[in-house]
Protein backbone atom coordinates (compact mmCIF):
# COMPACT_ATOMS: atom_id res chain seq x y z
CA UNK A 1 0.00 0.00 0.00
CA UNK A 2 1.34 3.69 -0.68
CA UNK A 3 1.67 6.09 1.81
CA UNK A 4 1.59 9.35 -0.02
CA UNK A 5 3.97 11.01 2.51
CA UNK A 6 6.54 8.72 0.26
CA UNK A 7 6.19 11.29 -2.40
CA UNK A 8 7.16 14.36 -3.45
CA UNK A 9 4.86 16.20 -5.70
CA UNK A 10 4.88 20.17 -7.26
CA UNK A 11 2.64 21.20 -9.72
CA UNK A 12 1.39 17.86 -10.78
CA UNK A 13 5.52 16.52 -11.41
CA UNK A 14 6.39 13.74 -9.04
CA UNK A 15 9.82 14.71 -8.38
CA UNK A 16 10.75 11.80 -6.07
CA UNK A 17 9.90 8.55 -4.70
CA UNK A 18 11.07 7.90 -1.32
CA UNK A 19 9.77 5.17 -0.04
CA UNK A 20 10.39 0.94 -0.30
CA UNK A 21 7.14 -0.50 -1.43
CA UNK A 22 8.20 -2.90 -4.24
CA UNK A 23 5.08 -1.73 -6.08
CA UNK A 24 3.99 1.61 -6.62
CA UNK A 25 0.56 3.87 -8.07
CA UNK A 26 1.13 6.84 -9.05
CA UNK A 27 -0.89 9.25 -6.62
CA UNK A 28 -3.93 11.21 -8.32
CA UNK A 29 -3.45 14.42 -9.90
CA UNK A 30 0.55 13.52 -11.27
CA UNK A 31 1.06 14.14 -14.88
CA UNK A 32 4.27 14.21 -15.31
CA UNK A 33 7.71 12.16 -13.86
CA UNK A 34 10.68 13.97 -13.04
CA UNK A 35 14.08 13.33 -13.82
CA UNK A 36 15.49 10.69 -11.17
CA UNK A 37 12.11 10.17 -9.35
CA UNK A 38 11.92 6.21 -9.40
CA UNK A 39 15.90 5.75 -10.19
CA UNK A 40 17.11 2.71 -8.66
CA UNK A 41 13.44 1.88 -6.94
CA UNK A 42 10.65 -0.24 -7.54
CA UNK A 43 8.03 -0.90 -10.65
CA UNK A 44 4.98 1.66 -10.72
CA UNK A 45 2.12 1.56 -12.05
CA UNK A 46 0.97 5.21 -13.76
CA UNK A 47 -2.42 6.12 -13.66
CA UNK A 48 -4.61 7.78 -16.24
CA UNK A 49 -3.32 11.72 -15.87
CA UNK A 50 0.55 10.82 -16.07
CA UNK A 51 1.37 12.57 -19.42
CA UNK A 52 5.27 12.31 -19.45
CA UNK A 53 8.30 10.54 -18.32
CA UNK A 54 11.27 13.31 -18.13
CA UNK A 55 14.92 12.41 -18.66
CA UNK A 56 16.80 9.54 -16.06
CA UNK A 57 13.29 8.82 -14.74
CA UNK A 58 13.65 4.90 -13.83
CA UNK A 59 17.95 5.01 -15.30
CA UNK A 60 19.54 1.90 -13.33
CA UNK A 61 16.91 0.09 -11.64
CA UNK A 62 16.91 -2.95 -11.40
CA UNK A 63 14.13 -3.93 -10.39
CA UNK A 64 11.87 -2.85 -13.25
CA UNK A 65 10.98 -6.33 -15.58
CA UNK A 66 8.28 -4.54 -17.69
CA UNK A 67 6.80 -1.93 -18.55
CA UNK A 68 3.08 -1.29 -19.98
CA UNK A 69 2.89 2.73 -20.40
CA UNK A 70 -0.63 4.20 -20.70
CA UNK A 71 -2.07 5.50 -23.44
CA UNK A 72 -2.25 8.91 -21.76
CA UNK A 73 1.51 8.84 -22.24
CA UNK A 74 2.93 11.41 -25.14
CA UNK A 75 6.87 11.81 -23.87
CA UNK A 76 9.54 9.39 -23.01
CA UNK A 77 12.25 11.08 -22.19
CA UNK A 78 16.65 10.97 -22.39
CA UNK A 79 17.75 7.70 -20.53
CA UNK A 80 14.53 7.12 -19.02
CA UNK A 81 14.72 3.49 -18.88
CA UNK A 82 18.60 3.54 -19.51
CA UNK A 83 20.41 0.74 -17.46
CA UNK A 84 17.74 -0.95 -16.41
CA UNK A 85 18.80 -4.73 -17.25
CA UNK A 86 16.30 -6.80 -16.31
CA UNK A 87 13.62 -4.92 -18.28
CA UNK A 88 12.49 -7.82 -20.85
CA UNK A 89 9.06 -6.73 -21.80
CA UNK A 90 8.01 -2.88 -23.05
CA UNK A 91 4.56 -1.94 -24.19
CA UNK A 92 4.25 1.48 -25.58
CA UNK A 93 1.20 2.97 -27.19
CA UNK A 94 0.24 5.07 -29.98
CA UNK A 95 0.63 8.50 -27.95
CA UNK A 96 3.83 8.44 -27.44
CA UNK A 97 5.27 10.57 -30.38
CA UNK A 98 8.42 11.04 -28.81
CA UNK A 99 10.70 8.81 -27.03
CA UNK A 100 14.10 10.24 -26.16
CA UNK A 101 18.11 9.17 -26.57
CA UNK A 102 18.72 5.87 -25.55
CA UNK A 103 15.43 5.76 -23.49
CA UNK A 104 15.98 2.11 -23.29
Not at 15 to 44: E, L
Amino acid sequence: MNNTNHFIIENGVLIKYIGDDDNVTIPSGVTKIGNYAFSNWPSCQNDEMLESLDDWTFKDNPRITSVQISDSVTHIGDYAFSGCYNLTSVTIPDSVTHIGDKAF
